[in-house]
Nanobody, 123 residues
Framework: QVQLVESGGGLVQAGDSLRLSCAAS????????MAWFRQAPGKERELVAT????????YVADSVKGRFTISRDNAKNTVHLQMNSLKPEDTTEYYC????????????????WGQGTQVTVSS
């Protein structure tokens, strides 16, 4: 089992920055990749960014490319999502997730999920 705990959400103004963090515990050695998802009401869940646990490979969705960056700290079993130039349309709950499956890291096939952290961007 892998446990994930997110932190760092909050209320900011448009143009501000936030950094989300996700701390993993448990069987972290089995993690292949960790990711951030978001799902606004009435919309499909979106893979925002993902990063492989043992390499520098990462992916950032086109919708946030140039504004969001994903990074990891293996020593602390933590993944960060740095969000710059935030827009009101970035407002929603953000979820951290971990996958154990090599073939699923760029899909929605994630095995473990955090409880979510709310990001609200006012205009």
């Amino acid at each position: 089992q892998v446990q994930l705990v997110e932190s760092g959400g909050g209320l900011v103004q448009a143009g501000d920055s936030l950094r989300l963090s996700c701390a993993a515990s448990g069987r972290t050695f089995s993690i292949y990749a960790m990711a951030w998802f978001r799902q606004a009401p009435g919309k499909e869940r979106e893979l925002v960014a993902t990063i492989r646990w043992s390499s520098s490979s990462s992916y950032v969705a086109d919708s946030v490319k140039g504004r969001f960056t994903i990074s990891r700290d293996n020593a602390k079993n933590t993944v960060h999502l740095q969000m710059n130039s935030l827009k009101p349309e970035d407002t929603t709950e953000y979820y951290c997730a971990a996958t154990l499956r090599p073939g699923g890291w760029l899909t929605q096939l994630y095995d473990y999920w955090g409880q979510g952290t709310q990001v609200t961007v006012s205009s």
